[in-house]
């Protein structure tokens, strides 16, 4: 098989949650270039619509579904819609998200559950639900799961990210994809995380405001990660070019983990 065939991804369908804005959007746009349906999940339907509306315009085939996957019973549905329409999942992004700050002796217990139910119980329960009603039966499946490089190290004291759900969740992704990489290797799925570093987002803002330039001392490159520095790795991990790698996180953080 040739180097550009087993990067296509045409006749995939690929959903990605969170994929309205920021890094979901820019990663569902890599793997519609690259020939996949793309499916848009987030809760915000205008945000959604023109998401779609931007992906069309590129020529990507895109269906949107409006859902909170912090609510069990949306998870159902949201498979049900896109197998309705596409009748197969192919590539799984579990991209949506969630942060709360506050110091951890008085971290309240709303906001450590808000953190839980998207970061670690959604990513759980769609991917079970996309691998027992279309990956194990077709014998085939990517499941891309975007941790970070927060799951891998507890913050630094100066830079007074007091984010201890938030760290403890994507950790919990980090080894969530071990375990199921381990367990559905026999069906053909591939099952691997990306753990981004920093880059600028809505999430991100208010704490780039006050470390970025700590950040950018400690990478190596120098610099923080834009919208281009993840899509080869998705295209990557979602394709035929990564059928052998599965349980393994994809550091994408210009080498801040490594000083």
């Given at each position: 098989?040739?180097?550009?065939?087993?990067?296509?991804?045409?006749?995939?369908?690929?959903?990605?949650?969170?994929?309205?804005?920021?890094?979901?959007?820019?990663?569902?746009?890599?793997?519609?270039?690259?020939?996949?349906?793309?499916?848009?999940?987030?809760?915000?339907?205008?945000?959604?619509?023109?998401?779609?509306?931007?992906?069309?315009?590129?020529?990507?085939?895109?269906?949107?579904?409006?859902?909170?996957?912090?609510?069990?019973?949306?998870?159902?549905?949201?498979?049900?819609?896109?197998?309705?329409q596409?009748?197969?999942?192919?590539?799984?992004?579990?991209?949506?998200?969630?942060?709360?700050?506050?110091?951890?002796e008085?971290?309240?217990?709303?906001?450590?559950?808000?953190?839980?139910?998207?970061?670690?119980?959604?990513?759980?329960?769609?991917?079970?639900?996309?691998?027992?009603?279309?990956?194990?039966?077709?014998?085939?499946?990517?499941?891309?799961?975007?941790?970070?490089?927060?799951?891998?190290?507890?913050?630094?004291?100066?830079?007074?990210?007091?984010?201890?759900?938030?760290?403890?969740?994507?950790?919990?992704?980090?080894?969530?994809?071990?375990a199921?990489?381990?367990?559905?290797?026999?069906?053909?799925?591939?099952?691997?995380?990306?753990?981004?570093?920093?880059?600028?987002?809505?999430?991100?803002k208010?704490?780039?405001?006050?470390?970025?330039?700590?950040?950018?001392?400690?990478?190596?490159?120098?610099?923080?990660?834009?919208?281009?520095?993840?899509?080869?790795?998705?295209?990557?991990?979602?394709?035929e070019?990564s059928?052998?790698?599965?349980?393994?996180?994809?550091?994408?953080?210009?080498?801040?983990?490594?000083?």
């Amino acid at each position: 098989m040739g180097v550009k065939q087993l990067f296509d991804l045409a006749g995939k369908v690929a959903v990605v949650t969170g994929g309205s804005r920021g890094l979901g959007l820019t990663m569902a746009a890599a793997l519609g270039e690259m020939g996949a349906r793309v499916v848009l999940v987030a809760r915000k339907a205008d945000e959604l619509e023109a998401a779609r509306a931007a992906l069309v315009t590129q020529g990507i085939d895109c269906m949107i579904v409006t859902g909170d996957l912090a609510q069990p019973a949306t998870i159902p549905r949201i498979v049900d819609s896109v197998l309705d329409q596409w009748q197969q999942i192919d590539i799984l992004v579990n991209n949506a998200g969630a942060n709360w700050a506050a110091p951890a002796e008085d971290y309240p217990d709303d906001g450590w559950r808000k953190v839980m139910a998207l970061n670690v119980d959604a990513q759980f329960a769609l991917s079970r639900e996309v691998g027992k009603r279309s990956m194990i039966p077709r014998r085939t499946g990517k499941i891309i799961n975007i941790a970070s490089i927060a799951g891998l190290f507890g913050n630094p004291p100066a830079w007074e990210m007091q984010t201890i759900a938030y760290n403890t969740s994507k950790g919990a992704l980090v080894n969530f994809t071990r375990a199921l990489a381990a367990e559905w290797g026999r069906y053909n799925i591939n099952v691997n995380a990306i753990c981004p570093g920093f880059f600028p987002s809505r999430m991100t803002k208010t704490v780039l405001e006050r470390i970025d330039r700590a950040v950018i001392d400690l990478t190596p490159l120098g610099r923080l990660g834009n919208d281009d520095d993840l899509k080869g790795s998705v295209v990557f991990l979602a394709s035929e070019a990564s059928r052998h790698v599965t349980g393994q996180a994809l550091v994408v953080d210009g080498g801040c983990t490594i000083v």
